[in-house]
């Protein structure tokens, strides 16, 4: 079965603690349901930093990549249904979901 990973851009921060609870139990569900098809699920990121060219480095991102969660499907279409299902675009916020392409001489995950 292929792995697909999907990428969270951007999203609302909750007004208050208490939406937050409730978006990160949603959320919180959404992952449960998945259930082993969630091979890496819930990576957030934090602390970006960006290397440059030129070796520079700076601070922050040239993204708005918050994290990501990498999961099985057995096609395209059936791990976008999945990223539909992500209660992550109910605050706003994108997906971008890429199939994982298995590099030779890597090991399965």
Do not use: R
Not at 1 to 10: F, H, K, W
Not at 20 to 28: L, N, Q, T, V
Request: hydrophobic content about 35%; aromatic content about 6%; glycine content about 10%.
């Amino acid at each position: 079965m292929a792995q697909y990973v999907i990428v969270y851009l951007g999203g609302d921060q909750p007004s208050t603690p208490e939406e937050g609870k409730k978006h990160m139990s949603k959320y919180m569900d959404w992952l449960s349901s998945l259930g082993d098809s969630a091979i890496s699920p819930a990576n957030p990121l934090k602390n970006t930093h960006t290397v440059n060219s030129d070796g520079t480095v700076s601070s922050g991102g040239t993204s708005s990549m918050s994290g990501y969660t990498i999961i099985e499907a057995e096609s395209m279409e059936a791990a976008l249904l999945i990223a539909k299902a992500c209660p992550f675009l109910d605050i706003g916020g994108s997906l971008e979901v890429s199939e994982l392409i298995q590099m030779p001489g890597q090991k399965q995950t």
